[in-house]
């Protein structure tokens, strides 16, 4: 079965400092891979997504980035962090291109950047 | 172009009593829909999902939405609350490609 893994499940920062969020895989192969971001009280917002080795789409224009250097594993980075990069970060995985199929989220990171 | 609205931010219901979550969407064309839950500091999981092949889904943990096109309603529903049910819940639809586009999510609290 597929399982999904996010590491660290909690982290906080200081302003300034640099960020390396890890997402990684298993028991799937090519899968599109997805960064969100929850802000407290709000909805998620789509961060990043990819579709294969070193192909990243982002979605809005932030202070943050992305890179695919595996099939299986998607990191989010920054090179400084500022205090409105705070909330929960959540990397999901999909199979296929079927607009059926959901995607699979895993258990979260939460940043706090002070 | 997409969206998703869940009409209520926080719903509260007395255990053993019928939940609604209410969630219009819309689409340009036909929608995939789904249902995720959300537990505290937890990720998504997944309840149901609408593909067209039913309008009355079946999902997890004695949940359920019926698509109504008319209506452009994919309400959540459950007939009897238990105190584990609190959570909080999006509604999603998904384009062609599988973008996702998440509502703003309901709060559902379960009193003794």
């Known amino acids: 079965s597929q399982t999904i893994h996010q590491w660290p499940a909690t982290l906080v920062q200081p302003v300034g400092s640099p960020l390396s969020l890890e997402c990684t895989v298993e028991g799937t192969s090519n899968p599109n891979l997805y960064w969100y971001r929850q802000a407290a009280g709000r909805g998620l917002q789509l961060l990043f997504y990819?579709?294969?080795?070193?192909?990243i789409s982002s979605e809005v224009p932030q202070n943050l980035s992305a890179s695919r250097p595996q099939d299986r594993q998607f990191i989010l980075s920054s090179k400084k962090l500022l205090l409105s990069d705070s909330g929960f970060y959540l990397c999901?995985?999909?199979?296929?291109?079927?607009?059926?199929?959901?995607?699979?989220f895993g258990p979260g990171t939460r940043l706090t950047v002070l | 172009a997409q969206s998703v609205t869940q009409l209520d931010s926080h719903v509260s219901v007395s255990e053993g009593t019928p939940v609604l979550l209410r969630c219009n969407y819309s689409s340009s064309y036909s929608p995939s829909l789904f249902w995720y839950v959300q537990h505290p500091n937890k990720g998504l999981q997944l309840l149901l999902k609408?593909?067209?092949?039913?309008?009355l889904v079946k999902g997890i943990n004695g949940f359920e939405a019926e698509f109504k096109k008319s209506e452009t309603s994919f309400h959540l529903t459950k007939p009897s609350a238990h105190m584990s049910d609190a959570a909080e819940y999006f509604c999603?639809?998904?384009?062609?490609?599988?973008?996702?586009?998440f509502g703003q999510g309901t709060i559902l609290t379960v009193h003794p």
């Open positions: 999901a995985w999909r199979g296929g291109t079927g607009a059926y199929n959901e995607q699979f």
């Open positions: 999603v639809v998904s384009d062609m490609w599988g973008k996702l586009t």
């Open positions: 990819s579709v294969g080795i070193g192909q």
């Open positions: 609408y593909t067209s092949a039913a309008t």
